[in-house]
């Protein structure tokens, strides 16, 4: 019989959490979740309607994990061939490495004189304990995109053409005081001597956006907060998910977001097993380390946990390897069982 190292069932469940996650981003980037978004968290959008959002003023090209942060200084030049208008893909960094947005796209403005686009970062965030503020790491996304303007969207001196970015970061683990609550930040004018006013549209070409979701255990749970809850929970099925965005959210349930909500369940699924085997196999240490500890030997261990004796016998063995200090962690690293 194969059997399967605990190297192998990490490998495995980082894959599968791998996949689930770009499933998510998948899922996020349809225009009718981010019209949804940029309705209810935007306010150049508060009046306007999904359908007209999704289909006027998002422009067609998405991209999903595809265009790089980081841009070394010493390799950019001014001068390379980068199109007036389009999307650079160019912003890499050979001292950082590779990080890449999530979902980045442009909008149009809905009012004004003229149409401006907005360039909207898009960032699904699992992990809330990163070693920093993640409200630091969306400020630098924003100042990213604003340099990553010149060249593509304005070239030489003509500022005046600079668009306005938003960096969204949807957290689906946030610290408890942040649980259900959107928080802003943004460039604001300041009088200091004298009084001025500057037109806002003139400095307010930044903004960080914070959705911590929580669950409906939290206060808050409706809106957008329960759309993106449903929608990127792995605990609710797909029969739940597409009910809920249809009757209650009324975005279209086109055969795309539908297979992409089923894709998205079953991988979620397929997580949850993996993780439910993990605590499984934890818990059946810890049992085995009280009963060594009592001085059973392993037929009597592998009777009273009703276990076929070869299959007690690699787990014991990795128990008394590690005895009397018992390591959980260099245990479970030690143990090959199916």
């Given amino acids: 019989m194969a059997k399967i190292t605990h190297l192998a069932r ?3 469940k980082t894959e599968k959490e791998s996949q689930y996650d770009r499933a998510a981003k998948k899922l996020l980037s349809n225009k009718y979740v981010l019209a949804m978004i940029m309705k209810e968290c935007i306010s150049e959008y508060k009046c306007c309607n999904l359908l007209e959002i999704a289909e006027k003023y998002i422009e067609e090209t998405i991209s999903v994990a595809a265009e790089n942060v980081h841009m070394d200084d010493n390799n950019y030049s001014p001068t390379a061939d980068r199109s007036i208008n389009g999307m650079n893909t160019e912003s890499v960094s050979i001292d950082e490495g590779t990080v890449t947005y999530d979902i980045k796209y442009r909008a149009l403005l809905p009012s004004g004189e003229k149409q401006i686009g907005l360039i909207i970062n898009i960032e699904a965030q699992n992990k809330w304990n ?30 005046d053409k600079l668009e306005k970015v938003y960096s969204v970061w949807i957290c689906m683990n946030p610290a408890v005081s942040r649980r259900n609550t959107i928080s802003k930040y943004s460039i604001n004018e300041e009088n200091v001597v004298g009084h001025i006013c500057e037109l806002k549209k003139n400095y307010d070409l930044m903004c960080v956006l914070m959705i911590c979701l929580s669950g409906d255990k939290a206060d808050n749970y409706e809106g957008i907060l329960k759309f993106l809850d449903v929608l990127l929970s792995p605990q609710y099925e797909a029969h739940t998910k597409k009910a809920t965005i249809e009757n209650e959210f009324h975005i279209p349930m086109t055969s795309n977001i539908e297979c992409e909500v089923e894709n998205m369940c079953n991988l979620s699924q397929g997580v949850i097993e993996l993780g439910i085997r993990e605590g499984q196999l934890n818990e059946k240490v810890s049992l085995i380390i009280k009963k060594i500890k009592k001085g059973k030997p392993i037929d009597v261990i592998a009777e009273e946990l009703e276990e076929d004796i070869d299959t007690v016998k690699p787990i014991y ?7 009397p200090d018992y390591d959980m962690e260099k245990i479970i690293k030690n143990i090959s069982t199916t």
């Fill in 10 to 12: 990490t490998i495995l």
């Fill in 130 to 159: 990163t070693g920093y503020p993640i409200v630091k790491r969306g400020i630098y996304y924003c100042a990213r995109m604003i340099s990553d303007e010149y060249g593509t969207i304005f070239s030489n001196a003509e500022y």
């Fill in 317 to 323: 063995e990795a128990v008394i390897s590690e005895a």
